[in-house]
C-alpha cells in the first residue's frame, strides 16, 4: 500500500515563502511520477506541479516562475518549494503518486494547509 504524508505550509504573509515536503512509502519511490494538487475553499482540486520519475517538471503558468518542484530519491520525498505567495495561491495542497502516465496519479496524501493572509 502507497503511503503519502505531507507536512510543511501554514499561514504566510504574501510575498513569504514556505516549503511542502511528502515523504512516500510503499513503492519503490524512484519509479513513481509525482505531483501537487490544491484544492481551494470550493473544494475544486486543480494541478500545480508534476515530476515524472525520470525528474521531468511541469508547473502550473502562473507557479511557473514562483514554485519548484523537487525529489529526492534517497530520501523518498518529493517537494514543493513556494516562493513569493499570493493569497490566491491559499488552499489544501496534496501530494500525489503513481505509476501510470496519466494525471492526476491514483494515490493522494491527506493534504497539507497553506494559507497565505494579504
Known amino acids: 500500500q502507497v503511503q503519502l504524508v505531507e507536512s510543511g505550509g501554514g499561514l504566510v504573509q504574501a510575498g513569504g515563502s514556505t516549503r511542502l515536503s511528502c515523504v512516500i512509502s510503499g513503492s519503490s519511490f524512484r519509479d513513481l511520477n509525482l505531483g501537487w494538487y490544491r484544492q481551494n475553499s470550493k473544494n475544486q482540486r486543480s494541478f500545480v506541479a508534476a515530476?515524472?520519475?525520470?525528474?521531468?517538471?511541469t508547473l502550473l503558468p502562473s507557479v511557473q516562475d514562483r514554485f519548484a518542484i523537487s525529489k529526492d530519491n534517497d530520501k523518498s520525498t518529493l517537494y514543493l518549494e513556494m516562493n513569493r505567495l499570493k493569497p490566491e495561491d491559499t488552499g489544501t495542497y496534496y501530494c500525489?503518486?503513481?505509476?501510470?502516465?496519466?494525471?492526476?496519479?491514483?494515490?493522494w496524501g491527506q493534504g497539507t494547509q497553506v494559507a497565505v493572509s494579504s
Open positions: 515530476i515524472t520519475a525520470l525528474g521531468s517538471t
Open positions: 500525489n503518486a503513481g505509476s501510470t502516465a496519466e494525471y492526476p496519479l491514483p494515490y
